[in-house]
């Protein structure tokens, strides 16, 4: 089975875990701190709190907003759950906004009339979470400014996204957003086999996020609450986590950080591949924004009888996949009042999708096979 997506791990990411594996600190040692130096260098953005997965990742952006059961939090309708889930995690109510069935990134259109609309009765979200599908950034300007209008704090879900470009600056570095989140699962642009990285502009979230990220406890003598006994002494400020990152993680991540930009020019070739030689297929691409470049995390094709053809790719030895199932159909959500026929675009998006594997190592000849499999399983 060619799989839709798999890590590169070279002889120098496997030495920089070695490595801290022979040294005095397992966790909490320099690893992590020059890893996020690292992801904010590469950035372009002043503070990097790495941490344990994606999730705990979004899970910390959320808690930082001190969102709570009278909050609401928007989020894209194409995703995976955990760009919901973590807004649930603080009691908040979830609401969706559709996306554009060309891209499955959150349709601007739908987003100001949905804005308007909650602005008359006064029920406007505390936060959205805008998801950039597939690695191509969303409308970021556009939603930026929409949210600084209403007071809506904006999260970038970019699990999918680090490498991607959004006019000629970075995902991640926080120009219309409040925070960026990325994942570092194995499938993920980078990895640390488990782990996540939240990236802000704010100096304050900054400081909230490392201290929710351990326990609520800090030893800053700059920033207790009561006066120090001695050096002993710490303070458990609010109710936090243990969402860290190991040393032997973020020296992984470090050493892959270093070959992100390469396997960026290897998916994007890829991706050029693909577009070329399904050109003569029934088929259609996600369709990309000229002012900026995504990260080709997926290649995400629309196809008509999306579920026999892609039983027929499975069938064929290709692990194909399907992202996403719009979240408001997740029978979690729907048990809380959601219902996808409120989401035409997300609708229309998710009966088409199937991604087709991509990633870095993938050969042409790997690629023609796909390409191969996809024309049989059209034609029947
Ligand atoms: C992978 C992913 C997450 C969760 O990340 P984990 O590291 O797996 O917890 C969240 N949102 C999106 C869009 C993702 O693709």
């Given at each position: 089975m060619i799989p839709y997506g798999r890590q590169s791990i070279s002889d120098a990411d496997i030495e920089a875990v070695v490595a801290v594996l022979k040294s005095d600190y397992l966790t909490q040692g320099q690893a992590v701190p020059a890893f996020e130096q690292g992801l904010a260098d590469y950035c372009q953005v002043p503070y990097v709190v790495a941490c344990s997965n994606g999730t705990t990742a979004l899970h910390l952006a959320c808690a930082v907003l001190d969102l709570s059961a009278a909050d609401r939090v928007w989020v894209s309708a194409v995703s995976f759950v955990a760009s919901a889930n973590c807004a649930r995690y603080c009691n908040a109510e979830v609401d969706f906004v559709d996306v554009d069935p060309a891209t499955g990134n959150l349709d601007v259109v739908a987003l100001n009339n949905k804005l308007q609309q909650a602005a008359l009765v006064h029920a406007l979200p505390k936060a959205l979470i805008a998801v950039h599908l597939a690695g191509q950034p969303c409308d970021l300007k556009e939603i930026g400014t929409l949210c600084r209008q209403y007071g809506i704090a904006l999260i970038e879900d970019a699990c999918h996204a680090l490498g991607a470009h959004y006019q000629g600056t970075?995902?991640?570095?926080c120009l219309h957003s409040d925070m960026t989140v990325f994942s570092f699962h194995?499938?993920?642009?980078?990895?640390?086999a488990e782990g996540g990285a939240i990236t802000t502009r704010n100096q304050a979230l900054a400081a909230k996020l490392r201290l929710y990220r351990s326990h609520g406890i800090t030893r800053d003598p700059q920033a207790l609450l009561m006066p120090s006994p001695g050096e002993w002494y710490y303070e458990q400020q609010l109710l936090g986590f243990n969402y860290r990152l190991t040393d032997l993680q973020a020296a992984l991540g470090l050493s892959q950080l270093s070959r992100l930009d390469q396997f960026i020019t290897q998916r994007r070739e890829l991706a050029r591949r693909y577009d070329e030689l399904l050109t003569a297929l029934p088929v259609q691409p996600l369709q990309q924004h000229s002012d900026r470049q995504s990260g080709y995390h997926l290649y995400v094709i629309e196809v008509a009888e999306r579920d026999q053809v892609f039983a027929r790719l499975r069938a064929a030895g290709i692990g194909v996949n399907v992202h996403?199932?719009?979240?408001?159909?997740q029978p979690y959500y729907r048990e809380l009042?959601?219902?996808?026929?409120?989401?035409p675009g997300a609708h229309s998006y998710y009966q088409g999708a199937i991604s087709l594997p991509l990633f870095p190592t993938l050969s042409h000849t790997e690629q023609q096979q796909v390409v191969h499999a996809l024309d049989q399983a059209i034609c029947g």
């Open positions: 970075p995902i991640g570095s194995p499938v993920k642009p980078i990895t640390t996403y199932i719009p979240i408001p159909a009042g959601h219902d996808l026929a409120a989401y």
